[in-house]
């Protein structure tokens, strides 16, 4: 079975500064990962997927995340954020095709402070 | 429908009552999930019903809790005889078959008092 572990439970940065959200994940099989985002008052929305092709995924407001197997890691960066970007993410797995449930890490509070 | 939907979105019940939440999947969605999201928690797996075959309960907290799913559609989590360690957020998500992209519901909040 897979889990999912992100290491940080916050993370606070200064606008305009580069953020990593680190996610280590554990699977006997290959995996399709995912990074959600939470705004405050909000429902969860896809950031970004890695299913399989290039270890780099780029996702939606600037955000990309790199799949690495040796490091059973896929962590989430950005270069340079914005206060709009505070935010819970939520990294997650899933086995292939679909056939095992999606699980979710704790989150990782995300505040971008001016 | 445009999106996952969930009802109620709130739910304020006494501890020992039943409580039922609803979820209308995206259409044509063959997978759906229930979750429990609580403070510090993230997001808890709770069952996953994906197609004709046998859901996956694995994550159910206590056999307090149960859900359905019928025609392949609309889904019902219930729990009965809440207790006040159930208050969470619930949420349903919906996904083709094959998954590549979990959509979510806006949640029911459950308060159990």
């Known amino acids: 079975a897979q889990s999912v572990t992100q290491l940080d439970s916050q993370v606070p940065v200064f606008e305009e500064a580069p953020v990593e959200l680190r996610c280590n994940y554990s699977s006997s099989v290959s995996v399709y990962l995912f990074w959600y985002v939470q705004y405050p008052n909000q429902g969860l929305q896809l950031l970004l997927k890695?299913?399989?092709?290039?270890?780099l995924v780029k996702g939606i407001n600037g955000f990309e995340a790199e799949f690495n197997k040796s490091q059973t890691s896929f962590h989430l960066r950005k270069p340079s954020v914005h206060i709009s970007d505070t935010a819970e993410y939520f990294c997650?797995?899933?086995?292939?095709?679909?056939?095992?449930?999606?699980?979710f890490g704790k989150g990782t509070k995300l505040t971008v402070n001016p | 429908g445009a999106g996952v939907s969930q009802s109620p979105s709130n739910k304020v019940t006494e501890k020992g009552k039943d409580v039922e939440l609803r979820c209308d999947p995206i259409s044509g969605h063959t997978a759906l999930y229930w979750y429990r999201q609580s403070l510090g928690q993230g997001l808890e797996f709770l069952i996953y019903?994906?197609?004709?075959?046998?859901?996956?309960k694995s994550g159910l907290p206590s056999d307090r809790f149960s859900a359905e799913r019928t025609g392949g559609s609309v889904s019902t989590l219930t729990i009965q005889r809440t207790q006040q360690e159930d208050s969470a957020v619930y949420l349903c998500a919906s996904s083709l078959q094959g998954i590549t992209e979990a959509f979510f519901g806006q949640g029911t909040r459950l308060t159990v008092v």
């Open positions: 019903f994906q197609g004709n075959s046998a859901p996956d």
């Open positions: 997650a797995v899933s086995g292939p095709g679909g056939s095992e449930k999606l699980v």
């Open positions: 890695y299913l399989s092709g290039s270890t």
